[in-house]
């Protein structure tokens, strides 16, 4: 086969054209920008003098902004486009960077937070209608699932980097040499995604509806798995933010070992992104979606379990294949939110999950004041009612309903 042609089929089995290049390009960027610190914000704000509750608060926020940041921005993107809305998406990031950078106290980088954590939050909607837009249905997954791996690149290197920078330079000094790169980055996202172009029969609409009419207009496919989306939320935000300080604190890891956990887990997903890709777009997505929530309930699980570094790896793993059915998961949201409010769709239903699951901040915190073990069991026990519910519905729903 000659070598053109050899392309031409990778780049069409991959899921590869003009606009979905440029998202990989600016998603690497982006995870280098975020990875080399955003981890290791939980010590960083120890280290400040936050207390348990202003660290609580932090990953309540982190949780909050996923999802009312979701919903403007898919607003944003049915309306300007593409390009505008991802660039402008980053600019706030690097106004965040920079404030975080001139903060001397930790309420400082509760506050910053508001701009820093914005790309991820706003552009998700915009990420998944670029896919939509510009791949047919059959390769959704796919798409999703490149992205997915690629992504995690920077979250394998990023951490290992950054938790070197902690110890040299200690976490405080450490954190701020990380963000100054991020800003650097983040710039030159924002030249990269500047050369998307707005995929053919795409138009951005001006038309408006309501948050509650949108919502009502979910299926109730897209109904069901939201449900089942919040205790599984639930169930991963209510250690979210202790692990680090669990490993860190009461195991005795240094920040070098933490990041080479974060590789792990994400080595672990990149390996069964793409395989899993390929089989639920050809297979359907609901086994993949069921197997997902059951490794989302089995990493506290295995917290629990964890005390050395050995029995964290294994953890960590477990923690990776919760990944296993995303690529399912998100191709049926993207499936389930049609044009020409694709972007609105999918940010309504990533602001009522994730409104209710900030909540799950504040339990993990109240659970970890009685013990980390207190903590772990809870999650396990959302996590698992959240996965036999959502078993249990997949057999009583049509899918075409």
């Known amino acids: 086969m000659a070598p053109a042609s050899l392309a031409k089929n990778l780049a069409s089995f991959f899921a590869l054209n003009r606009n979905t290049s440029i998202l990989l390009a600016a998603l690497v960027s982006m995870g280098f920008a975020e990875e080399l610190w955003m ?40 309306r300007w486009g593409l390009r505008k809305a991802l660039s402008f998406f980053t ?60 992504k995690r690149i920077p979250i394998i290197l990023g951490p290992i980097a950054g938790g070197m920078l902690m110890d040299h330079f200690g976490i405080i000094r450490g954190t701020r040499l990380g963000v100054m790169a ?21 138009c951005p609409t001006s038309e408006r509806i309501s948050f509650w009419r949108s919502a009502r207009s979910f299926s109730l496919p897209l109904r069901r798995l939201l449900l089942s989306d919040i205790l599984v939320r639930f169930c991963e935000r209510i250690p979210y933010a202790w692990v680090i300080l669990y490993a860190m604190n009461d195991l005795g890891l240094t920040a070098t070992q933490f990041g080479i956990l974060t590789g792990i887990e994400m080595a672990t997903a990149i390996a069964c992104l793409i395989p899993v890709a390929y089989l639920s777009d050809r297979y359907g997505r609901e086994p993949f979606i069921i197997a997902t929530f059951v490794f989302f309930t089995l990493f506290p699980v295995s917290l629990f ?58 339990l993990g915190a109240a659970l970890w004041n009685i013990s980390p073990q207190t903590n772990f069991i809870g999650a396990a026990a959302v996590g698992t009612a959240g996965t036999l519910l959502y078993a249990w519905t997949a057999r009583r729903t049509p899918p075409n309903e």
């Open 39 to 78: 981890r290791f914000l939980p010590k960083y704000l120890e280290s400040l003098g936050a207390a348990v509750w202003a660290i609580g608060l932090f990953d309540a926020i982190k949780t909050w902004i996923g999802a009312v940041y979701a919903y403007p921005g898919g607003l944003i993107t049915d």
């Open 91 to 150: 600019l706030l990031s690097v106004a965040g960077y920079s404030w975080l950078l001139l903060s001397p106290h930790w309420a400082g980088v509760l506050l910053s937070s508001f701009l820093f954590l914005s790309w991820t939050s706003f552009s998700l909607p915009a990420t998944f209608s670029l896919i939509g837009s510009s791949l047919v249905a059959s390769q959704h997954a796919m798409g999703i699932g490149v992205q997915a791996t690629l």
């Open 182 to 202: 991020a800003v650097a980055l983040a710039s030159l996202t924002i030249a990269v995604q500047w050369q998307i172009q707005e995929a053919p029969g795409r």
């Open 305 to 362: 379990l964890a005390h050395s570094f050995r029995a964290l790896a294994v953890a960590f793993v477990i923690r990776g294949l919760k990944e296993f059915g995303e690529t399912a998961r998100k191709s049926l949201i993207i499936q389930l939110s049609p044009e020409p409010r694709r972007g609105q769709t999918i940010g309504t239903y990533y602001l009522i999950r994730d409104c209710l699951a900030t909540g799950a901040a504040f």
